[in-house]
């Protein structure tokens, strides 16, 4: 671990965050320059292509889609009369990746927060015909959920997938006034106006995505959501008729991946991070280049860290070590899942570190091991953070549903177990109130221009979160013991193969 030093991760993110690289999006030529960087890292410490075809790339089959928001609407009928809205002002439509052309006319029902949990005791499609119609539903999940349900239950792939075993036809999501107090709704429309994407099966050509296998989807403010008074129900006789129209492209994007042979090396830990951001977007204060150092410039300089110490150890590890910079995390974890699901390397996946967002606001004296308590994860977690001198932290913003956010979740759907070390929010001060600290880092710089280098950094931090993922990657890949969900799980139960 002495070989990981702050400059290190200082150096790789000066380049990464670098205006020449324009943000870094998926199927870019920014993203390509960054996908070329890595790759001849991995081939200047001795790490072997782990890639298509001997290659240190596996390509991504992507789709991206824009709205045509002057063809698209949606309509709401009530027996009554009629109600005029108003795309962009009141309510926003998701592209189809799927069809170029969708349109769709429905009778509405309302489906509480659109979620089927039986192990929850929580079902609310119990005694709803929703065969044919389009559900309305409110975003998130109860708040008697627990963290990881919670994230799980809310993700808009997970609640399509219900809508479309229940027979609906389309899904609106209704936005309340806590989803606009952390998002204000100009940030809504925004991402609703750049691209979707999806990734395209290669033996299908169908996307990835559940969502597009429904006739209509969108999203509502929680005033024009035609909720009865009671918000229990839809206006009674209600109906809609929408229309999507969207423009296809079909493009490629690399993951870079490269492995260190293990020995015997008959099963592959996965470290993990995204090589994209979002690009070029608004301008704000003249400046249109969304850099994303902290996201995930900073990811990729602790990988290439870590994997540069791996491969200057003498002795290599039991378990063989996969480093993987993906694309397309920002557009829906589309390169990870692609690898999970269609890996390029033979030996079976046993486990995955991730590594999003190396905050370094301050010394590293704590993090959030997301997804380390649902196997046996959590015992190498916590031997290497205990070793560190580094605590473990619960999740104190299980709103933000992080588990379900980043890379790992696409490892976990695939029954691997897998851990997001977040950098915890305790800063050794009682004057600097780290939670504070990122909550207005988040709604001040996160997916903004000036997630960039100008940002005063803590590169020793960085350093030392490095060496944490290092240690973590190490004890897992020489536990005699594969890893495993523990007995009885929700996630183990939900996705193990």
Known sequence: MD?????EIRAHMNFLADDLLEGRDAGTRGYDIAANYVRTQFEAMGLMPAGDDG???QQVPLRRAALDESESFLRIRFDGGSKSLKIGDDYLLRPNLG????PVEAVLVFAGYGIRAPELDHDDYEGLDASGKIVVHLSGAPESFGSTERAVYSSRETKAAQALDAGAVGLLTVLTELDLERRPWERFR?????????????????????LDALDVVGVM???????????????????????????????????????LEGDPGEEVVVYSSHLDHVGRGTPEDGDDIYNGAYDNASGIAVILAVARAFASTETRPARSIVFIAVTAEEKGLL????????????APVVANVNVDGALMFHPLRDIIAFGADHSTLLDPVSRAASQLGIELSPDFMPEEVIFVRSDQYSFVRQGIPAVYPFVGTDTGSERVDGERVLRDWMATRYHKPSDDMSQEMDFDAGADYAKLCY???????????????????????????
């Not at 070989?3 to 400059?7: G, S």
């Not at 069809?99 to 969708?102: E, I, M, T």
């Open 190 to 210: 925004e991402g609703s106006r750049s691209p979707s994407m999806a990734w395209i099966d290669p033996d299908t050509s169908q996307t990835s995505s559940a």
């Open 3 to 7: 070989t990981i030093q702050p400059e």
């Open 55 to 57: 290659t240190y790339y």
């Open 471 to 497: 240690l973590i990657g190490e004890l897992i890949a020489n536990d005699a013991a594969r890893p495993q969900w523990n007995e009885g799980d929700f996630l183990g139960a939900k996705f193990a193969r």
């Open 221 to 259: 403010r929680a005033s024009e959501s035609l909720l009865a008074s009671d918000a229990s129900d839809v206006e009674p006789g209600a109906t809609a008729e929408a229309r999507t129209v969207s423009h296809h492209e079909a493009l490629e994007s690399p993951n870079v991946v490269a492995m």
């Open 335 to 346: 390169g990870s899942d692609f690898f999970a699901q269609h890996p390029s390397v033979s």
């Open 99 to 102: 069809r170029s052309d969708v």
